[in-house]
C-alpha cells in the first residue's frame, strides 16, 4: 500500500518547512505510525511528531451548465523532524552570478528557482553603483 502520495507544496507549507515541518497527502486509510514509519525510511529523517488532518471536498459550479459536482477530499499529514535535518524535496537552491554592464561595471545577479523550477532573477546594483540607463536587463525564464 503507498502511503505517501505527494507533497503539499504551498507558501504556508513551505514556511512551515523552514521550521521543520513537512507537509504531505498521505492514503486516506493510513494512520500515524504507518505514516512515520513511511517518512523516517524514504528521507531517512528521524520523525518527532504527526497532525493528521481529513481535508473535504468542495462543491464546484460547472461553468455552462448548472450543475454542481462535489471535488474528492483528501487526508493531509503534517510531519515534524528532529532539529537540523531536512527533506530534500522542500529546498529551494540559490544561486548568484555576476554581470557587468557596457561600460565594464559589475553588476549582481541573484538566480533562484521557484517552487514549479521556473528561475527568477534579480538585478542589483554592483559595488560601483552603474547608473540605471547602463544596467542590462537579464530575464531568464517565464
Do not use: C, W
Not at 507537509?23 to 512515520?36: D, E, P
Not at 511528531?49 to 499529514?77: D, P
Not at 559589475?106 to 528561475?119: F, G, N
Request: charged fraction near 30%; proline fraction near 4%.
Amino acid at each position: 500500500m503507498i502511503i505517501l502520495l505527494r507533497p503539499i507544496i504551498t507558501e504556508k507549507s513551505m514556511k512551515m518547512a523552514s521550521n521543520g515541518e513537512y507537509t504531505f497527502a498521505v492514503a486516506k486509510n493510513a494512520f500515524k505510525a504507518q505514516i512515520k514509519k513511511a517518512v523516517a525510511e524514504k528521507f531517512k529523517v528521524d520523525v518527532l511528531k504527526i497532525a493528521v488532518l481529513n481535508i473535504k471536498g468542495k462543491t464546484k459550479m460547472q461553468k455552462r451548465v448548472r450543475k454542481s459536482y462535489q471535488t474528492g477530499g483528501f487526508k493531509k499529514a503534517i510531519v515534524k523532524v528532529k532539529k537540523g535535518q531536512t527533506i530534500p524535496i522542500f529546498e529551494v537552491p540559490k544561486e548568484e552570478a555576476v554581470v557587468t554592464t557596457v561600460e565594464g561595471e559589475p553588476v549582481v545577479v541573484k538566480e533562484r528557482k521557484d517552487i514549479l523550477r521556473r528561475t527568477k532573477v534579480r538585478v542589483e546594483k554592483g559595488a560601483t553603483g552603474a547608473a540605471p540607463t547602463t544596467q542590462r536587463k537579464v530575464i531568464t525564464g517565464k
